[in-house]
Each structure stands twice: as C-alpha cells, then as structure tokens.
C-alpha cells in the first residue's frame, strides 16, 4: 500500500484506496462487499492465532483442526478454503469473486451463530475480479507483523469507520442503518449503562451496543456485566449489526430479525431492561398502528394510526425495569403536538413523573432527514418531579457543508450538565441553555416540552461584529455556488458519456 502522511489513520487510508476501487458500484451494494471481506479478515486472523497456539502443543495432545477447540474459546471455526492465507494467493485469479462467496458459505456451515448472516455477493457482474483482489490485497494489511492482538481492535475501528463512510457516502439511504457516531455517543454517556440489560428494538448496524461496550471498558468497568438485546426488522441491516457486534467480540445471540418489526412481533415480549437506548425512524405513518388499537402497551393513550412516534415511547416503557432508564431520538414535533391523542399521551407521561430530560439537537446532525430532532430521557422511580430541559442547538460543528456532528467536549458537557443535575451537585440553571423546570411550570406551558420555551434566550455578546459576520456569510455563499457549479459540471459530462455510450 502506497505510503500516506503519518497523521492520517489506518481507517481513513483503507476508505481512500478502497473508494478508489469501487468504480462503477453504489455505495449501497459496495459496502456489503468491503464490510464483508473485513470481517472475513477479522474471524480468519482470531483464528490463525489460535491455530498456531493449538499447532505448537500439537505433541500434547492438541489438535488444531478440532472445532470443539474453538468453540470453548468463542473463536469461529473457518475451513481451509476460507482462510485469508487461501484467499490471498487466490486474489488474481478471474473466479476470485466465486471463491469468497464459497468461503462465506462455508464459514457459516462450521458457525451456528453466523447463518444467514454473512453477504454472499462477490460473484457479481459489476464487481470486476481485479478489485476485489486489489480489495483482498488492501484489507490484508489492516494487521501489521505478529500483532494479532492489536489487530482485531484495529479491525473494530475500521469496521466501525467504515459504516460511517458508506452511510454518509449513501446520504438518505445511509440513515437508515445507522445513527450518527457522536449522537451515540452523547446517548450513552448520559445513560451510563455500567451494569444490566441494554435493549434497543430497532438496532440498525448495532452502534448502540458498541458504544455501550465501549463506555464500560473505558471506565474500567467488567464488559460480562451488561448484556444486550436488540430487534431489527431491515434483514440486510441485522447482518451489519450480527457482524458489528461479532467483530467487537459481543454476544449478538439476543439481537433478533423479523420482517414484521417490534410493534407486531415482538421478539423479546418478557424482558424488562435497565436500559434502553434507541433511534426509532422518525413520524412513521404505515406502523400498522390500526392493527393494534387495543394493545397492552398502550398504558398511556392509544397512539394515532398515522404516526408512530408515541408507539414507539409506549414500546419503551413497557419494556422498561422498574428502576430503568431508557434514552431515544425522536422528531422535535413530538414535544408539541396536540393531534390525534398525542397531547393527552405527553400530558399522561409528565403527570406519571417519567420524563427526565429533554435535549434539543442541532440540524444537520442526521443523514436522512433534515426534520429537527429531541433527545428524550424517561426513567422510572424517580425522585424529583422536575424535568431538565437542555438547549444544544447551538453546538457541534460541521463536518461537510450539509452535516454537522458533537466534538468530544460538547458531549462531555452536555451529559456532565445532566448529571449534576441529577445528583444535585453544582447544578446551576444556564440561560438560553439549560433549565430545570418544576411541573407546575410545565403545566403553565400545557404540557409542552419543547427545551427553548423553559431555558430562555441566551445572553447575546455585546461585541459582535456584524460586518465580520456578513461577509464570512458572503463567503460561505459563494463557496457553496461554487460546489452547485461543479456538480452541475459533473451531471452534465456523465450524461453526455451515458449520450456518447448510446
């Protein structure tokens, strides 16, 4: 591989070459292809490694092509014709595509766990057999030496990257599957799951999971003493979220698919969870809400048929513990709205003391809807009848000119807000940005939750320039019309080729 500047990390090296390679494929159809080979690499090289530690006790009795070898050390069995070594000394010839969708096969004949799961799509036509052994070459230096060890948690990283790539790179298509990173983050940071069920019933690629994962092995806490369930109803998105998990070392056993989704098939109807962190699609109107109308879930009011964003809260806290805390993105309009029952529904939660904070987000934070976005807090057995109200519109910073996403430190002092709040320690109410509001106050505002209604405006600094802003407007203006002119350059020279083909 070509040698980069020293600051840029292996993920983004690996994106660049890879994107190189992808020529005439949609991102869609691309990203089973290179998030199938790295975790192909990711089972082979945990494999390997204990195949030559099986190999040199081989005169003690130790056999390294025993499965049950592997099985007692969560480590997936791959047979000899799926093995990277195979794979690699195979990658120039023109039936490569045809060998790895072998291999894909025969990996989840020897794993229970990974039927069904692993993409079979390396034969096809649009896939030309010289970048899918340029891909196979590339992929393969992800490890570096001997350091096995450090190379599957270089794999987690890429992997992880990766799905955010093609999620930006698919835009609309992309938010389905996942949720961007730094919302995650600020999700789990202010739920701490250290210890319990975690439970998200419509997954995606699994990021919440990894994330809770993650926090815990950060703050030194024991990983075995969380245990995650999770439902989703996309198939192609549950083998993403099978693979996420799989390649982080995480029990997926309790992550289930069914095409009927977590309203009309519930696939953990017993479990109550500790927590609950979630990034249901936003104002879904075909839920078959009408299908449900008498539901057991529906303790609070039955939502409307059109929209399922009240489903989707009720769903929460049916599946809730009674000391639980559950923690979800859903569209800002579900703070307000007053139609179809949603009012009485929102009026029913506040009055029950389930609703602990409310954040706003900034636009642009999402990859498939420009709609304004709420994070809700609810957890049950409280102890105050106060509700925190946080204002974030304001912070983040962009990425690209249509996304936006929280730094480390945004999230950092957003949760920290929080928690003070909550353990009553150096809480203070911050104008235009946080507000803890008594329910009477609430009740003033009828039940509206919207956070800039309680934490006012912000104090305005008396030394702003407006003519340095202007013309830094200016200046983003024309910079935009210039990106506008060269995509409008570029449609015009691909359909002039697609004229010329014809």
């Known amino acids: 591989m070509a040698k980069v500047k020293q600051e840029e990390s292996i993920e ?67 047979p000899p014709t799926a093995r990277w070594l195979f794979l690699l000394s195979n990658a120039k010839l023109p039936n490569i595509g045809k060998i790895v969708d072998e291999a894909m096969d025969a990996i989840e004949k020897e794993n229970n766990s990974l039927k069904g799961v692993l993409p079979k799509v390396f034969a096809r036509d649009n896939l030309d057999s010289k970048s899918l052994g340029g891909l196979i070459d590339l992929i393969g230096n992800i490890a570096f030496g001997d350091a096995k060890a450090r190379s599957a948690d270089v794999l987690g990283h890429v992997f ?73 109803s996309n198939q192609t998105t549950w083998r993403l979220a099978k693979m996420n998990l799989a390649i982080r070392g995480i029990d997926s056993s309790q992550v289930k698919w069914n095409n009927e989704g977590s309203f009309l098939n519930d696939a953990h109807k017993d479990l109550k969870a500790d927590f609950i962190i979630a990034n249901p699609p936003f104002n879904v109107s075909d839920w078959s809400g009408d299908l449900l109308r008498n539901d057991g879930r529906w303790k609070y009011g039955t939502p409307p048929e059109g929209n399922a964003n009240y489903g989707w809260i009720q769903h929460f806290l049916y599946h809730l513990a009674p000391t639980g805390i559950a923690g979800f993105v859903l569209a800002k309009g579900s703070l307000t709205s007053n139609t179809s029952n949603e009012g009485s529904i929102r009026k029913a939660l506040i009055e029950a003391n389930l609703i602990d904070c409310i954040v706003n987000l900034p636009a642009k934070l999402f990859l498939n809807t420009q709609i304004p976005a709420s994070i809700w807090f609810m957890k049950r057995g409280r102890k105050t009848k ?31 807000v929080y928690h003070n709040w909550k ?80």
């Open 12 to 78: 983004k090296q690996l994106w660049k070459a890879a994107d190189k390679l992808r020529k005439n494929i949609d991102a869609t159809e691309y990203k089973h292809v290179v998030m199938g080979l790295v975790f192909l690499k990711y089972i082979s090289d945990s494999f390997e490694e204990l195949y030559n530690s099986l190999k040199a006790e081989e005169d003690m009795g130790a056999d390294p092509e025993d499965r049950d070898e592997y099985k007692a050390e969560n480590v997936f069995f791959v």
């Open 423 to 502: 353990n009553n320690k150096e809480y203070e109410d911050i104008k235009g940005f946080c507000k803890s509001a008594s329910l009477d106050e609430v009740r003033e505002l009828n039940y509206v939750l919207t956070p800039g209604r309680y934490v006012g405006l912000e104090v305005i600094d008396d030394e702003f320039d407006f003519k340095e802003r202007f013309t830094s407007l200016q200046q983003e203006l024309k910079e935009q019309m210039k990106e506008e002119q060269q995509l409008n350059q570029r449609i015009d020279e691909n359909l002039a080729k697609v004229i010329i083909d014809e």
């Open 160 to 232: 992880e990257y990766f799905l955010g790539e093609f999620a930006l790179a698919e835009g609309k298509q992309g938010g389905q599957f996942y949720t961007p990173k730094s919302v995650v983050e600020l999700l789990v940071k202010m739920l701490e799951p250290y210890k319990g069920r975690v439970f998200d019933p419509c997954c995606g690629s699994g990021g919440m999971f990894v994330q809770s994962e993650k926090f815990v092995t950060e703050h030194q806490g024991k990983i075995n003493d969380i245990s995650i369930y999770g439902q989703e």
């Open 386 to 416: 106060n509700i925190l109200f946080i204002d974030s519109r304001n912070m983040g910073e962009l990425i690209n000119r249509r996304t936006k996403e929280f730094s480390s430190d945004d999230t950092d002092y957003i949760s920290s």
